[in-house]
């Protein structure tokens, strides 16, 4: 879970939710016919809140469906009974690494787990097992040094000082312009080339975009908790210098959203794959063509697998 977001016990879906969803509907209609430029990116907000997870660019779920079958599994490293994933050991259960899509990101992503999380509750895992490349989930109080890299480092967290995805893109090329500026002229001092393998021995194709090169924003921070825990990790004095980002416009599906929360509290994986989503967008592309819709493969698969159950239950 996402501080953004609790990944708690949720409750089925009542008249005031059905009305809630109404009105965001009427009002990103009403932005259609206010900023005409933005009809295509609204009417799709539009038809998300009516059904979300919906039109998304996602690889084939009969691999799931095959493992569903055939059940629960032993992992081959803890030898939990898992199915689809170990969400201690980050490993896939009951089916391979091939059948699974995997994803190159913009941004590195640092996922930091309270120790305290329920590991399977969390949809951290998620994103680790869909661009493993990417993705470093650490459990605090490990957190990594970001002092060097201040100005190219963001935190997802809701707060009263937390930007928009604009906003923080301008503070971070000021930042990164002032660091320049700043800087002497005297010859950096010549470093030893450190070659880092791969893991597994696989090759890496990690190699840079020029998008990428020209984004001040390097790397993008989440952490992994529920609401009651956040407290401890967001007041770390690490994590002091690093703005903040918070995804205001964005809403969750997720089935154990914390009552009485709003519903712009996403889960983990939501928060990574919206807000990608959104800065891809704003900051590196004039259109999103679904390039990380599959962060949400295991995620709409279990959303779907949930609501048919609670709806053959008579719960919704």
Same mark, same amino acid.
């Given at each position: &879970? ?5 990944? &708690? ?5 009542d ?9 965001v ?7 259609c ?36 079958? #055939?059940g #629960? ?9 898992? &199915? ?24 590195k ?68 312009? #002032? ?12 470093? &030893? ?15 840079p ?21 956040t ?17 205001k416009? #964005? ?11 709003p ?54």
């Amino acid at each position: &879970m996402c501080l953004v977001n609790c990944e &708690m016990a949720s409750k089925p879906a009542d008249a005031g939710d059905l009305t809630k969803c109404a009105d965001v509907c009427s009002r990103e209609k009403l932005t259609c016919l206010i900023a005409p430029d933005s009809r295509t990116r609204a009417k799709a907000r539009c038809d998300a809140a009516a059904e979300p997870l919906q039109g998304l660019k996602l690889a084939s779920h009969a691999v799931l469906h095959r493992a569903q079958l #055939r059940g #629960r599994l032993k992992c081959g490293k803890c030898s939990g009974s898992r &199915m689809f994933y170990c969400y201690t050991c980050f490993s896939l259960v009951g089916v391979s690494q091939e059948e699974i899509p995997q994803i190159k990101l913009p941004l590195k992503i640092d996922i930091i787990k309270h120790p305290n999380e329920t590991d399977g509750k969390s949809t951290a895992v998620h994103a680790k097992l869909i661009a493993p490349d990417d993705v470093t989930i650490y459990t605090y109080p490990c957190i990594p040094d970001y002092e060097d890299e201040k100005h190219k480092v963001a935190l997802v967290f809701p707060g009263p000082g937390s930007l928009t995805i604009e906003e923080l893109t301008e503070q971070l090329v000021a930042a990164a312009k #002032r660091a320049r500026d700043t800087s002497t002229d005297e010859p950096a001092v010549k470093r &030893m080339k450190c070659e880092s393998k791969p893991e597994d021995g696989k090759s890496s194709s990690n190699q840079p975009t020029e998008q990428e090169k020209s984004s001040p924003l390097k790397r993008i921070l989440f952490i992994d908790s529920t609401w009651n825990q956040t407290n401890k990790i967001i007041t770390d004095e690490r994590l002091q210098a690093l703005p903040q980002v918070e995804l205001k416009t #964005r809403k969750t599906c997720f089935w154990r959203h914390q009552k009485g929360t709003p519903d712009t509290y996403l889960s983990t994986i939501e928060a990574i794959y919206y807000f990608l989503r959104d800065y891809t967008e704003l900051c590196l592309s004039p259109e999103y063509l679904g390039e990380y819709d599959n962060l949400l493969f295991f995620y709409s698969f279990l959303y779907k697998l949930i609501n048919k159950a609670k709806h053959t239950a008579g719960k919704l």
